[in-house]
């Protein structure tokens, strides 16, 4: 039986971590492209990860980079993938406004690099892109696939390019190229800047005594949030299909900033009035007011709906802090008295 290949960029993240779980559960052999660098940035897929020598190992990390297409033409010649999940991209909305250069050459241009060099090494291979809810920006919702796009950032606006260069190549070239509009997708891997994060943890560190107050921006922009863990199983649905296409997945389903605060902060108990301060260096210089997605398409072809909403999603991710936290608040058990054994210390 022939074993599938999956190539995954930005495989380190929280998308590329669930992603990796699901296609090894599935039975793939998986290469991820790792930004080099002088400190281990793999703790997401560390639980996964074997050494390459041990017999039947199916995960093999490669170094790369979406600014190196020379490097990107070569692994894919190497590797020769039958299916590429594109997740890697300056991903942070905020810092897009701080550093729109590199947000472009990373998520815009980083796209186009990867397709040619599917294209150019004549690689017979279904793609995945990565596109984003902000790319709509200040569409009104609901959204959908053929609601005009408005971005509002330069990551909104990177996504945009990288979701026309798709189409592009899937137009022009045949190529079996899809986009997925995810809308906004959390979960206890989520990194430790974004919002929802943020919150989690302030509500847990909070409870345990550990600090008082956390500093947020705009507390009623509001958003679809769902569960990632969920979200990459309808990545794996897209290129499966007999036809390439782009999809919405939502849950349909708006909160607030404020909300999500509310939720966390309850659940331990908590008023986040109390705890919640406002700083005005997290507002964006152009906001985005409303981002609910409408993921009817993806019901009806997929067949793929959400299980897991804001609230549920809050208290996980809430859950996931805590327990930590408390495990470390117990005191130890005495032990008794250790005796060497081999070279070894056993009590």
């Known amino acids: 039986m022939t074993v599938k290949k999956a190539f995954i960029t930005g495989i ?26 002088s400190t281990f940035n793999t703790r997401r897929i560390d639980h996964l990860y074997q050494d390459p020598h041990t017999p039947g190992v199916r995960l093999f990390l490669h170094y790369g980079d979406l ?28 810092v897009s406004f701080d550093e729109p250069e590199f947000t472009g050459n990373t998520t815009g241009l980083g796209t186009i690099r990867l397709l040619e060099a599917i294209r150019t090494t004549g690689l ?22 053929n609601t005009p796009f408005h971005p509002r950032s330069p990551y909104g606006v990177a996504k945009v390019y990288a979701y026309w260069a798709t189409r592009n190549y899937r137009e022009a070239y045949g190529m079996y ?31 345990a005594g550990l600090q008082d107050t956390v500093h947020l921006g705009n507390l009623d922009a509001r958003r679809d949030w769902g569960y990632a863990a969920e979200y990459v199983h309808a990545m794996w649905l897209m290129l499966q299909q007999d036809q390439p296409d782009d999809y919405v997945i939502a849950t349909g389903t708006s909160h607030s900033v404020r909300d999500f605060a509310q939720h966390c902060f309850a659940h331990v108990g908590l008023d986040y009035r109390d705890h919640i301060r406002f700083d005005e260096r997290y507002l964006r210089p152009s906001e985005v007011d409303d981002l609910v997605g409408d993921a009817s398409k993806a019901h ?18 809430v859950d996931a802090e805590l327990g930590p936290i408390l495990r470390s608040s117990i005191p130890e058990t005495p032990h008794r008295a250790s005796v060497a054994v081999g070279g070894k210390v056993t009590a």
């Not at 017979?124 to 696939?145: D, K, L, T, V």
């Not at 509009?181 to 994060?197: A, D, K, M, Q």
């Open 12 to 37: 380190t993240g929280q998308d590329g971590s669930y992603l990796t779980e699901l296609l090894l559960g599935k039975g793939y052999e998986i290469h991820g492209l790792v930004r080099r660098a």
């Open 67 to 94: 600014t190196d297409g020379t490097r990107l033409v070569g692994l894919l010649d190497q590797v020769r993938p039958d299916e590429v999940y594109h997740l890697a991209a300056q991903s942070h909305v905020r």
């Open 124 to 145: 017979n291979c279904r793609f995945y892109q990565a596109s984003s809810s902000e790319m709509f920006g200040a569409a009104p919702p609901p959204q959908h696939e």
């Open 177 to 207: 190229a899809v986009n997925g509009i995810l809308f906004n997708h959390e979960s206890p891997r989520r990194g430790p800047t974004f919002v929802t994060r943020k919150i989690a943890t302030a509500a847990a560190r909070i409870k």
């Open 300 to 317: 009806r072809v997929l067949g793929w709906k959400p299980a897991t909403h804001a609230p549920e999603l809050a208290r996980l991710m």
